[in-house]
């Protein structure tokens, strides 16, 4: 209508916005919904219950991390130490018992050796074949470890009195184990009972 005034016609000026808004008052509608909603959601999501519950879930899946992991490491320190434990007696009780293979290796080369046993007869052990033996132990350590079945496993033998002095000792145990075990026998060495230590051990 134009000014009752003057009598001049009113001119109505538009936005594009308006304009739009005019023209298409649905979409209008459509989209100012939309972009209510789309707030609505980003205020759900960034909401104080909804981070403290996210916090809480990242804490409980670090638990549950640590805790598989402390699981796993004894699940596998459990295998090791009954491993050791068998090995332990696969080593010690031929060292005792039997002379080896061949009987006189102590007499031969390291190659020539086949199986070390340190008996004369059982639980008497042969002077001779403990010094040679404790000669291979400390001379070629990492080739002997593999001829009695030790694998990645540490030894060390031990000929002690009962009074724990030290007669004979060869091989290595390395400080850094995470498992070892000791196995005991008793035994003549020279006229004399002594107490056969074998030491095993192992080291990640």
Do not use: C
């Not at 000014?3 to 808004?21: D, E, M, Q, Y």
């Not at 130490?81 to 332990?88: P, T």
């Amino acid at each position: 209508m134009g000014n009752k005034k003057t009598g001049i016609p009113r001119v109505h000026f538009f936005s594009a916005g308006n304009l739009w808004k005019r023209l298409h008052p649905k979409k209008h509608f459509f989209s100012a919904g939309f972009f209510a909603w789309q707030k609505k959601v980003r205020g759900q999501f960034f909401s104080p219950d909804l981070i403290i519950a996210l916090i809480i879930f990242i804490v409980i899946m670090a638990f549950f991390s640590v805790s598989s992991h402390a699981v796993a490491v004894q699940i596998d320190l459990y295998y090791t130490k009954n491993s050791l434990e068998e090995i332990s007696h696969t080593v010690l009780n031929p060292l005792v018992s039997f002379s080896g293979n061949p009987f006189n290796w102590e007499l031969n080369s390291f190659e020539d050796l086949n199986f070390v046993g340190l008996a004369k007869e059982k639980n008497i052990l042969d002077p001779v074949k403990v010094d040679k033996f404790v000669s291979f132990l400390d001379n070629n350590y990492d080739a002997m470890r593999l001829k009695m079945g030790l694998g990645k496993y540490d030894f060390k033998f031990e000929l002690q009195d009962f009074n724990g002095s030290i007669i004979k000792q060869g091989g290595t145990i390395s400080q850094d184990f995470i498992s070892r075990i000791v196995q005991k026998r008793i035994a003549s060495y020279e006229n004399k009972q002594v107490i056969v230590r074998g030491i095993i051990s192992y080291a990640q």
